[in-house]
């Protein structure tokens, strides 16, 4: 079973905002609940599974597909929260973290020299 929770960014108090919530989603293999604003969760759209790195749609992992929700949401106003899982993708199993990365130094950027 998977739990997660949609916030918004309602208000901002100092450096911090203050964060509503706008749905919960809960999976497991036969059953799928959603509180609250509906429409915030396409059940349509296909995702990058953080354990495999492959594709994967709610029609063919339910799971697998909320469990990797979060990575849909890259607006900073928008944000997912896991709030259970009974099988988390350990670090050591995701993806992004095999991804070899590489520094990118800004040369000129708006006229100004970046070093």
């Known amino acids: ?6 916030l918004i960014a309602r ?3 100092g ?8 749905a ?3 999976v497991d293999d036969r059953h799928v609940e ?3 604003d509906q429409t915030v969760i396409d059940f349509r759209l296909p995702l990058v599974s953080l354990r495999t790195g492959t594709q994967v749609r709610f029609e063919d992992d339910h799971e697998e597909w909320a469990r990797s929700l979060p990575t849909a949401f890259r607006a900073g106003d928008v944000i997912v929260r896991v709030l259970h899982d009974d099988n988390p993708i350990r670090e050591s199993e995701l993806r992004a973290a095999q991804v070899e990365r590489h520094q990118v130094r800004l040369r000129e950027r708006l006229g100004q020299h970046v070093s």
């Open 34 to 36: 959603v509180e609250g």
């Open 11 to 13: 208000d901002q108090q």
């Open 24 to 26: 919960r989603l809960r």
């Open 15 to 22: 450096d911090e905002a203050a964060w509503a919530p706008l």
């Open 1 to 6: 079973m998977v739990e997660l929770e949609i």
